[in-house]
């Protein structure tokens, strides 16, 4: 959660407020510094530069700062996930290794070396290796599967651009000719490339990559061939209920 936070949460909030803040101000059309930056330079530029954000990709004052707080954070989060748990597993196998069995009087005897979490003899370097490449999986793929969704951030970008160049170049080009054969004309063109192109091929398109993005980058989590995946649950508060009531 601290890792995902610290890069993606920070980039929907640098989309919120480049959203919401007003370009076309008067006090923003008198500086020359006040345009709007590209989110990506500036995701980018957090890692590579840390601490240096150039006037062209600055959003508010000290952007810097918190910047280099969230990187911290992302970067402290990775041990955060490697370490603890192989040993606390082992600090608990160590508390579990001898067991006290009362027969009229207290005798101390040896338990086998396994580990009860894991049924089957505790090994604390395979635990070691084994969370090692849990978190490398995660880390690689927060940013890779983050990163192919983001298409479906930059369809919607050409979306709209598709939009205003039909409508420019179609539409308001034939109604400043003034002649009522070019506007229809000219209007027939705009109607027919908006329904073909911008509602059938561009939805089309996002449809197709919404589900291949689905199926890749969010049910490899599920389904697998070696048979290690583990069936969907969506979250329900009825089951959380009902999971109360029986135990």
């Known amino acids: 959660m601290i890792f995902m936070n610290s890069i993606f949460g920070y980039l929907v909030f640098l989309i919120l407020f480049k959203w919401l803040k007003n370009w076309?101000?008067?006090?923003?059309?008198?500086?020359?510094?006040?345009?709007?930056?590209?989110?990506?330079?500036?995701?980018?530029?957090?890692?590579?530069s840390p601490g240096?954000?150039?006037?062209?990709?600055?959003?508010?004052?000290?952007?810097?700062?918190?910047q280099v707080l969230l990187l911290l954070a992302a970067l402290v989060a990775i041990p955060w996930m490697l370490l603890p748990k192989p040993f606390l597993l082992k600090a608990r196998f160590e508390r579990t290794k001898y067991q006290i069995v009362k027969n009229n009087s207290d005798l101390e005897t040896?338990?086998?070396?396994?580990?009860?979490?894991?049924?089957?003899?505790?090994?604390?370097?395979?635990?070691m290796v084994n969370q090692m490449i849990h978190t490398i999986e995660f880390v690689l793929g927060a940013v890779s599967n983050t990163a192919s969704?983001?298409?479906?951030?930059?369809?919607?970008?050409?979306?709209?651009?598709?939009?205003?160049?039909?409508?420019?170049?179609?539409?308001?080009?034939?109604?400043?000719?003034?002649?009522?054969?070019?506007?229809?004309?000219?209007?027939?063109?705009?109607?027919?490339?908006?329904?073909?192109?911008?509602?059938?091929?561009?939805?089309?398109?996002?449809?197709?990559?919404?589900?291949?993005?689905h199926w890749v980058e969010f049910q490899n989590k599920f389904y697998n061939l070696h048979g290690t995946g583990r069936k969907f649950a969506p979250f329900d508060f009825a089951e959380l209920r009902q999971a109360e009531t029986e135990s």
């Open 149 to 213: 969704y983001l298409r479906l951030w930059a369809l919607s970008l050409a979306h709209a651009e598709l939009s205003d160049v039909f409508l420019e170049k179609l539409l308001y080009t034939s109604i400043e000719t003034g002649s009522p054969v070019g506007i229809v004309i000219g209007f027939s063109m705009w109607l027919c490339a908006t329904i073909g192109v911008l509602m059938l091929m561009e939805s089309l398109s996002a449809f197709l990559h919404a589900l291949r993005l």
């Open 52 to 66: 240096n954000v150039p006037p062209k990709l600055k959003l508010y004052d000290g952007q810097a700062f918190v």
């Open 24 to 48: 076309n101000s008067e006090a923003c059309m008198s500086d020359p510094t006040c345009e709007p930056p590209d989110l990506k330079a500036i995701l980018i530029g957090m890692f590579m």
């Open 110 to 127: 040896p338990a086998s070396d396994v580990d009860s979490h894991h049924h089957g003899p505790f090994n604390f370097g395979d635990t």
